[in-house]
């Protein structure tokens, strides 16, 4: 039972499809056949050893499933790994609940705070096991904290819920199941980021394979390391840890131990076609009749090369279950007038995105007139002025959506009207006015020149696997070389964009859509109202500098910025939900002060597409990453009939 004092976010464990522990039903514990088999060769111990003592009761959607077969899925393009975390990597000590009212228990057994949220007590599941059968114990937790959390030289950034004041929690081991989190500071959020799509390492992190990487633990780490292909044994750490990015940590990841429903045997980067994921053997949930879950065998992943490779298979009926890169407004008749053939439906997905599309410039540029360029609000507010909003969602968003920024929805208590309307009206007179005020020279082409007397030239760097991206760039691009200025378009593969962008600072800008619009949601990814993370890819320098001081690449930011960030510490430290949206409130109003960023609509509910024999398939659920859809409503207890 979670006891915490901001029950409002924690409620909801008997609403969620996880349940308290029902009567122990050991003796009756049954198991998939494939696995009977290898208890029988004597290649696995019996259901009863291989189970918690206390297993995670779920209740299935609709009904109780049966064993057995795949759940065909697909990859886009090299660098979308972090989708799996949506499938089968959504395992932290605490999950979100299936309407995102708050969090309930998952690989925690227990996870009490204090009353001033600054000491929490977590207790793990006696008898829980990695997926190759070895304990999973608090001896994981402590290899993590000392390895990866607080090693300088491993120096991995990031895990800022384990922060307060800047300062790491300080971890005390209890026992083998039970361990404490203490913070200089309360720390009222850090029960919901533990929930966060990918945020808690303490689970991903097994000691007893990854010790073999690290020199404090093995002296041939060197060693090894050179036998890897790397230089030295940080390196080869990092790599087996994963935890520099979301494609690092699942690239040829099928050797280490985790405990999710689904394992790798074939993981990506492993074969160039596709990625198999083969059911955990000690998977430690069971069903209300104790069957261990997962109810099917694999997953399996195609890698496809772009969205309409896979559209066309999601058409052909080739994908059980699929809304990213496919579930488009324009592909939505098409894939409608397929359903018979490909034997699917629809599911609706309610949006929590802060925008469609959201227009991000580097205002940590390296070259030093952009910069100054890119950091002129007026700039900003002029090409914002430029766009023709109607024009582009009638065309591209089939009519469905309204002017405005990145912001939060208007029902949401948390709605800011200017945030969400400034420079929204289209005004291409206007926007040249203020154009000339900024960068009035003009070539002989009529485009506009810089201080150095250069072209102003924008280059949007896009992810080529964002259908809706390049659908608008193409209306897009006409609008500001109508104001003067060169913009221009340059697609990639996830992963160059990854690198370039999210890791890079010569970009001049790029796209991007997720971030959140209300809520508890907004509060925990507040990426285009205040730069916290990587996420803030208008602001690579400056989130750093929140993060790590130190690091060579952090740059501190202007006084309105450095305000933003002060709030949002204030944010975390408060512990009552009417508090936080106080301070929430301040901080968007800061947001709108500074608009950092500027969008298209807030987006419509979006949709997905199942396929007719999938079973206990939540058919509303929100769309987000950090509710990665659909994970909080359990992928292992779906089942084909």
Sequence with gaps: MIKLKRRAFLAGTSAALILPALPVFAADFKEADILKTKVSSGALPGLKERLPENPLVVKPVESVGKYGGDWNMALVGGGSLSMLFRYQAYEPLLRYTPDWSGVTLNVAESFEGDADSKVYTIRLRKGMKWSDGHPYTTADIK????????????????????????????????????????????????????AWANNDQTT?????????????????????????????????????????????????????????????????????????????????????????????????????????????????????????YIATPNNKSVLYDAREQGGYDFYTLTSTEANVMNFIFNLNHNDETKRKLFRNKDFRAALSTALDRQSLIDAVLVGQGAPAQASIKKEDPLYNEQLAT????????????????????????????????????IIFEIDQARAVFLDLFQLVIPMFQAVGIDAQMRSM???????????????????????????????????????????AMYAPAWQLWYRDRANANAEEPPESTKSQLALYDKLKATSDSSGQREVMKQILQGAADNFYVFGISLPPDGYGIVKNNMKNITKIMPNSFGWPTPAPTMPEQFYKA
């Excluded at 991995?156 to 083998?176: C, M, N, R, T, Y």
Aim: hydrophobic fraction near 40%.
């Design 143 to 194: 290899f993590w904290y000392d390895t990866v959390f607080t090693d300088k030289r491993v120096a991995f950034v990031g895990q800022d819920h384990w922060k307060s004041g800047g300062k790491p929690a300080k971890l005390e081991i209890v026992d083998e199941q039970t361990f404490k989190v203490t913070f200089d500071k309360p720390n009222g959020l850090f029960p919901l980021q533990v």
């Design 204 to 324: 991903r992190t097994p000691k007893h394979y990854l010790e073999q990487f690290h020199i404090d633990f093995n002296p041939k780490a060197d060693e090894l390391a050179k036998q890897r292909g790397f230089e030295s044994w940080i390196a080869s750490f990092q790599a087996a840890a994963g935890f520099q990015d979301d494609n690092a940590f699942f690239l040829n990841s099928s050797k280490k131990p985790c405990v999710h429903a689904w394992m790798f045997t074939i993981a990506p980067g492993e074969n160039t076609e596709r990625a198999v994921a083969e059911r955990n053997p000690y998977y430690w949930k069971v069903d209300t009749e104790g069957n261990q879950l997962p109810y099917m065998d694999r997953i399996v992943y195609q890698m496809v090369a772009d969205p309409q490779v896979l559209l066309l298979k999601a058409m052909q009926g080739e994908v059980d279950l699929m809304d990213q």
């Design 422 to 457: 400034q420079f929204t009206a289209y005004d291409v007179d206007k926007a040249n006015a203020m154009l000339d005020q900024i960068v009035p020279k003009r070539d002989d082409q009529n485009f506009r020149l810089d201080e150095k007397d250069r072209r102003l030239t």
């Design 493 to 535: 593969d996830r992963s160059l964009w990854e690198t370039r962008v999210r890791q890079g600072r010569d970009f001049d800008a790029t796209a991007h859509q997720f971030g959140a619009n209300g809520g508890v949601a907004a509060m925990l990814d507040p990426r285009y109202y205040v730069p916290t993370d990587a996420n």
